[in-house]
C-alpha cells in the first residue's frame, strides 16, 4: 500500500530526513518510532502530500505521490499530532464539510456514512454539540472521524494520543486495533506502550535515519536478547540498575565492570538518581561486581535487577550510547 524509496527531506544544510526506505503491506500496523525532532512527523507530512520531498519516491497504492498527488490523497486519511478542528462549527456540521470537501462518493448516503463512523469511534452523543465545548478526548475522537471520512484504505496517525489522560490512551489504542482489521494503518509516535500495544511491525528513526526496521520479537533477537524459551540470542544478559551518584562517573565506572559490555543511561528519577540498562555477556557473575564498583565509589546502589530486553530496551540503545557511535564508526568505514 505504501512504498518509500531513498526519501529525504533538507531545510537549509538541515537534513530532517536522510535517505530513508521501508515499504508497509495492506491491512499492516506500522509504528513509527523515535525521539522528538528524529523526523517523525516531517515524513509523515511527506507520506500524506502536506510537504514535497527534497528527493526520492513516495507511491500510495502504486500511485506516484509527486506525480498525481490528487489522486495518491484519495486513499489516505490523516490524523496530524493537532487535529484540524473548526471549533466553531458542532461535530455534525465539521463531519459534513470534510465530506463535501473531501469530494465522497460512496455507495450510502452522506448521512448514513458520517453516522457510522460516529459510531465507531464513539461520539454520536455530542454530534450537535459545538467542537469548542468538547473534552480533549472526545475532539481526538472527531479528529479521526474526519480521517475516516470516505473510507480511505489508508490511515496515517501522528501522535494520536498525546495530551490524553491514561483512560482516553486506552480507548484511543483500542479504537486503532478495531480500524486496523479493515485500513493500513501508519502510527508515528514516541510512547513506547503505544507502539507495542498495536503495531505488528516497528520502524525506528534517529536524526533523520532510519536504523531499524522489524517486529519487536525480531529487532529484540538481533540485538542480542537472551531467552531461552524462545531459543535465545548471543547469550548476552541485561540489568537495570539504579545509582545515586554522578551520572557520568557512574556510567563510565559501571562500564569498566567485569563482563559488561555496553552502558546505556535510561532516565534520571530524581535529582541525582539515575537508572542504566547494562548489556552483559551472559556468562560473567556480575551481581556483586556491580555492587563493589558502586559501593567503592562512595555511591548508593538503590536497584539491580536481571532484564530481558524489551522494546524500551531497543529503542534505548539504538538512538542512545556506544551503539549509535559503532554504527557511526562503520558508516564511515563503509563510505571510505
Same mark, same amino acid.
Given at each position: 500500500?505504501?512504498?518509500?524509496?531513498?526519501?529525504?527531506? =533538507?531545510? +537549509?544544510? /538541515?537534513?530532517? &530526513?536522510?535517505?530513508?526506505?521501508?515499504?508497509?503491506?495492506?491491512?499492516? !500496523? *506500522?509504528?513509527?518510532?523515535?525521539?522528538?525532532?528524529?523526523?517523525?512527523?516531517?515524513?509523515?507530512?511527506?507520506?500524506?502530500?502536506?510537504?514535497?520531498?527534497?528527493?526520492?519516491?513516495?507511491?500510495?497504492?502504486?500511485?506516484?505521490?509527486?506525480?498525481?498527488?490528487?489522486?495518491?490523497?484519495?486513499?489516505?486519511?490523516?490524523?496530524?499530532?493537532?487535529?484540524?478542528?473548526?471549533?466553531?462549527?458542532?461535530?455534525?456540521?465539521?463531519?459534513?464539510?470534510?465530506?463535501?470537501?473531501?469530494?465522497?462518493?460512496?455507495?450510502?448516503?452522506?448521512?448514513?456514512?458520517?453516522?457510522?463512523?460516529?459510531?465507531?469511534?464513539?461520539?454520536?452523543?455530542?454530534?450537535?454539540?459545538?467542537?469548542?465545548?468538547? =473534552?480533549? +478526548?472526545? /475532539?481526538?475522537? &472527531?479528529?479521526?472521524?474526519?480521517?475516516?471520512?470516505?473510507?480511505?484504505? !489508508? *490511515?496515517?496517525?501522528?501522535?494520536?494520543?498525546?495530551?490524553?489522560?491514561?483512560?482516553?490512551?486506552?480507548?484511543?489504542?483500542?479504537?486503532?486495533?478495531?480500524?486496523?482489521?479493515?485500513?493500513?494503518?501508519?502510527?508515528?509516535?514516541?510512547?513506547?506502550?503505544?507502539?507495542?500495544?498495536?503495531?505488528?511491525?516497528?520502524?525506528?528513526?534517529?536524526?533523520?535515519?532510519?536504523?531499524?526496521?522489524?517486529?519487536?520479537?525480531?529487532?529484540?533477537?538481533?540485538?542480542?536478547?537472551?531467552?531461552?524459551?524462545?531459543?535465545?540470542?548471543?547469550?548476552?544478559?541485561?540489568?537495570?540498575?539504579?545509582?545515586?551518584?554522578?551520572?557520568?562517573?557512574?556510567?563510565?565506572?559501571?562500564?569498566?565492570?567485569?563482563?559488561?559490555?555496553?552502558?546505556?543511561?535510561?532516565?534520571?528519577?530524581?535529582?541525582?538518581?539515575?537508572?542504566?540498562?547494562?548489556?552483559?555477556?551472559?556468562?560473567?557473575?556480575?551481581?556483586?561486581?556491580?555492587?563493589?564498583?558502586?559501593?567503592?565509589?562512595?555511591?548508593?546502589?538503590?536497584?539491580?535487577?536481571?532484564?530481558?530486553?524489551?522494546?524500551?530496551?531497543?529503542?534505548?540503545?539504538?538512538?542512545?550510547?556506544?551503539?549509535?557511535?559503532?554504527?557511526?564508526?562503520?558508516?564511515?568505514?563503509?563510505?571510505?
Amino acid at each position: 500500500m505504501i512504498e518509500v524509496k531513498n526519501l529525504t527531506k =533538507s531545510y +537549509g544544510d /538541515k537534513l530532517a &530526513v536522510d535517505h530513508i526506505s521501508f515499504t508497509v503491506k495492506e491491512g499492516e !500496523i *506500522l509504528g513509527f518510532l523515535g525521539p522528538n525532532g528524529a523526523g517523525k512527523s516531517t515524513t509523515m507530512n511527506m507520506l500524506t502530500g502536506y510537504l514535497s520531498a527534497s528527493s526520492g519516491e513516495i507511491r500510495i497504492n502504486g500511485t506516484d505521490m509527486a506525480e498525481n498527488p490528487i489522486e495518491a490523497k484519495k486513499y489516505i486519511g490523516y490524523l496530524p499530532e493537532f487535529p484540524p478542528l473548526y471549533t466553531d462549527m458542532t461535530v455534525e456540521e465539521y463531519l459534513r464539510f470534510m465530506y463535501r470537501l473531501k469530494k465522497v462518493s460512496c455507495g450510502e448516503t452522506r448521512e448514513e456514512h458520517i453516522a457510522g463512523i460516529c459510531q465507531q469511534v464513539r461520539i454520536t452523543e455530542v454530534q450537535k454539540r459545538l467542537i469548542r465545548n468538547l =473534552s480533549k +478526548g472526545y /475532539k481526538q475522537r &472527531v479528529g479521526f472521524a474526519q480521517a475516516m471520512i470516505g473510507d480511505p484504505k !489508508i *490511515l496515517i496517525l501522528d501522535e494520536p494520543t498525546v495530551g490524553l489522560d491514561p483512560n482516553q490512551m486506552i480507548e484511543i489504542r483500542s479504537l486503532i486495533r478495531k480500524l486496523g482489521k479493515k485500513h493500513t494503518v501508519v502510527l508515528s509516535s514516541h510512547i513506547l506502550p503505544e507502539i507495542q500495544a498495536v503495531c505488528g511491525r516497528i520502524v525506528i528513526i534517529n536524526e533523520g535515519r532510519m536504523i531499524a526496521d522489524d517486529t519487536e520479537e525480531n529487532l529484540s533477537r538481533r540485538m542480542g536478547a537472551s531467552d531461552g524459551r524462545k531459543g535465545g540470542g548471543s547469550g548476552q544478559a541485561y540489568f537495570r540498575v539504579l545509582v545515586e551518584g554522578p551520572r557520568r562517573e557512574a556510567a563510565e565506572y559501571l562500564r569498566a565492570v567485569n563482563g559488561v559490555s555496553d552502558v546505556s543511561f535510561e532516565r534520571s528519577v530524581e535529582e541525582n538518581v539515575f537508572s542504566f540498562l547494562l548489556e552483559t555477556d551472559g556468562r560473567t557473575p556480575v551481581r556483586r561486581a556491580i555492587y563493589d564498583c558502586v559501593s567503592g565509589h562512595g555511591w548508593r546502589l538503590l536497584g539491580l535487577e536481571s532484564r530481558e530486553m524489551n522494546l524500551e530496551d531497543i529503542f534505548m540503545k539504538l538512538t542512545t550510547g556506544n551503539y549509535r557511535a559503532e554504527q557511526t564508526g562503520k558508516e564511515k568505514g563503509e563510505r571510505k
